[in-house]
């Protein structure tokens, strides 16, 4: 199997994950470790201990004891979220974290957000090539309840992002952003709206 370094390389680079590639192959093995740990998690009782070191598993990094993770949790690969220290997850969120995820120090993250770095090209003949996009979300900000932030997007620390937002674009720091598309409503430091 490719080496895990190998791979996180590749997806920073962009390179597409293209049907009989070894790439994707490795990706599909990665799967299935991911299935297993995330059943394990999700369907039997675990301290926050505990599930901190199926989380530590999942993702090949030393979670911090400062992060609360509270299941169930989904993932088809794991091993390129990143998390910062006194990170909070609340339950049933998604991350499909091929493309990589990072999260930063005093985040929240609210009750089923889903986190995608993969896009798919619009035309038929190339649609099964998945190509990566990172997302990363800065420290201090607090993503409510049900959003989806998509392939490529930075969040700027600070930021509250309104509960059902989708977020296509980045947010710049300290902003407030709601909506679908989300669009920034204004600033988290004076509460007042921007024009």
């Known amino acids: 199997m490719m080496e895990l370094e190998?791979?996180?390389?590749?997806?920073?680079?962009?390179?597409p994950m293209e049907m009989g590639t070894e790439l994707l192959q490795a990706f599909a093995d990665y799967n299935e470790e991911a299935r297993k740990i995330t059943m394990e998690m999700n369907n039997r009782y675990h301290t926050l201990s505990e599930v901190r070191e199926l989380f530590s598993t999942l993702t090949a990094s030393k979670i911090d004891e400062s992060c609360i993770l509270?299941?169930?949790?989904?993932?088809?690969?794991?091993?390129?979220t990143k998390l910062g220290k006194n990170v909070f997850i609340n339950a049933c969120c998604r991350f499909q974290d091929n493309g990589g995820i990072e999260i930063g120090d005093d985040t929240m993250i609210g009750q089923g957000t889903t986190i995608v770095t993969l896009n798919h090209d619009l035309d038929p003949k190339?649609?099964?090539?998945?190509?990566?996009?990172?997302?990363?979300?800065?420290?201090?900000?607090?993503?409510?309840?049900?959003?989806?932030?998509?392939?490529?997007?930075?969040?700027?620390?600070?930021?509250v992002i309104g509960a059902g937002s989708v977020v296509v674009k980045d947010i710049p720091a300290n902003s407030v952003a709601v909506g679908n598309p989300a669009c920034v409503v204004k600033s988290v430091t004076d509460g007042k709206k921007l024009s």
């Open 70 to 80: 509270l299941p169930p949790f989904y993932t088809e690969f794991g091993k390129n």
């Open 126 to 159: 190339t649609r099964l090539t998945a190509t990566p996009s990172p997302v990363k979300i800065g420290k201090n900000v607090w993503i409510g309840a049900s959003c989806t932030i998509l392939p490529g997007v930075t969040v700027g620390d600070n930021c």
């Open 6 to 15: 190998k791979i996180r390389e590749l997806m920073q680079q962009g390179t």
